[in-house]
């Protein structure tokens, strides 16, 4: 089992920037960012394996968010610059101890925090 425990969530203006953190009780092979938009359904952001070499973007997001990790400290990050209305949402950590399939598929990640909101206003 793991746990996760999302924090930095928040509102703030479109063009702002926010970052968010995701406190694990262990490290695993994979690890991702998820968000629900109001009506719509979850969709990855972002992904990162445990060797932090590589990542994974959402189109939507390339160039404007970075996902990183502190394997000593058990935590996965998001920083979110250039923030549009768009990225309002509830955003959640989530990880896995393998990592086949798609980084986007929601259902390889066995493990989910509790999510965190994030406004994004005009």
């Known amino acids: 089992q793991v746990q996760l425990v999302e924090s930095g969530g928040g509102s703030v203006q479109a063009g702002g920037s926010l970052r968010l953190s995701c406190a694990l009780s262990?490290?695993?092979?994979?690890m991702g960012w998820f968000r629900r938009a109001p009506g719509k359904e979850r969709e990855g952001v972002a992904s990162?394996?445990?060797?932090?070499?590589?990542?994974y973007y959402a189109d939507s997001v390339k160039g404007r968010f970075t996902i990183s990790q502190d394997n000593a400290k058990k935590t996965l990050y998001l920083q979110m610059n250039s923030l549009k209305l768009e990225d309002t949402g509830t955003y959640y950590c989530?990880?896995?101890?393998?990592?086949?399939?798609?980084?986007?598929?929601?259902?390889?990640?066995?493990?989910w925090g509790q999510g965190t909101q994030v406004t994004v206003s005009s």
């Open positions: 262990r490290n695993t092979w994979r």
């Open positions: 990162i394996l445990i060797t932090g070499g590589i990542t």
């Open positions: 989530a990880a896995a101890d393998l990592g086949s399939g798609a980084w986007n598929d929601d259902r390889r990640y066995p493990y």
